[in-house]
Antibody
Framework: EVQLVQSGAEVKKPGESLKISCKGS????????IGWVRQMPGKGLEWMGI????????RYSPSFQGQVTISADKSISTAYLQWSSLKASDTAMYYC????????????WGQGTLVTVSS | QSALTQPASVSGSPGQSITISCTGT?????????VSWYQQHPGKAPKLMIY???NRPSGVPDRFSGSKSGNTASLTISGLQAEDEADYYC???????????FGGGTKLTVL
């Protein structure tokens, strides 16, 4: 069974750094792109970027380029999303998802990681 | 502002049919057959309902169907059921560097 398990909820202060994770299991982790999606409270889905764990090829949405870093450690089948300096506006639910097929087919999703940034 | 335009809300009674539209441009919806639809219940992760405009993943009821005409894609749900009440998002490939764009989402209410 394909599973994406994300790390737990985080509460941080503005200016702090953070790295959240998404661990894949039940499939060849290096063979599928993993994307990240933001959902701010009460709002819609926003595309952040995507990584191919096989060679770490990474693409970012222009809206998130320079604001976050997407990475992966194929030795432990885990993708990451990290911030060097959080802002209150980063408060959101973050989902990872496996690309299955074409560019926008994501059949397997993580359960989401809630990030709260507040002073 | 989302790249793809969806109605904010739609509603229907049990057993009825509804259609949710998703309007883009020739650089996304109109230019490629890479349109997906996702269902999201409150507090849950999105669920893929339609991919490549009109294909249903295994396990998705055939009450859900997708289509496209020009720059507008559509999701139709026939025989509405109470459990269909959720938010629905379209997504398309785009030729811009972002590659993926979502619609703003549509809240479906089953009356």
């Amino acid at each position: 069974e394909v599973q994406l398990v994300q790390s737990g909820a985080e509460v941080k202060k503005p200016g702090e750094s953070l790295k959240i994770s998404c661990k894949g299991s039940g499939y060849s982790f290096t063979s599928y792109w993993i994307g990240w999606v933001r959902q701010m409270p009460g709002k819609g889905l926003e595309w952040m970027g995507i990584i191919y764990p096989g060679d770490s090829d990474t693409r970012y949405s222009p809206s998130f380029q320079g604001q976050v870093t997407i990475s992966a450690d194929k030795s432990i089948s885990t993708a990451y999303l990290q911030w060097s300096s959080l802002k209150a506006s980063d408060t959101a639910m973050y989902y990872c998802a496996r690309r299955d097929g074409d560019y926008v087919t994501f059949q397997h999703w993580g359960q989401g990681t809630l990030v709260t940034v507040s002073s | 502002q989302s790249a793809l335009t969806q109605p904010a809300s739609v509603s229907g009674s049990p057993g009825q049919s509804i259609t949710i539209s998703c309007t883009g441009t020739s650089s996304d919806v109109g230019g490629y057959n890479y349109v997906s639809w996702y269902q999201q219940h409150p507090g849950k992760a999105p669920k893929l309902m339609i991919y490549e405009v009109s294909n249903r993943p295994s396990g998705v009821p055939d009450r859900f169907s997708g289509s496209k005409s020009g720059n507008t894609a559509s999701l139709t749900i026939s025989g509405l059921q109470a459990e269909d009440e959720a938010d629905y998002y379209c997504s398309s490939y785009t030729s811009s560097s972002t590659q993926v764009v979502f619609g703003g989402g549509t809240k479906l209410t089953v009356l």
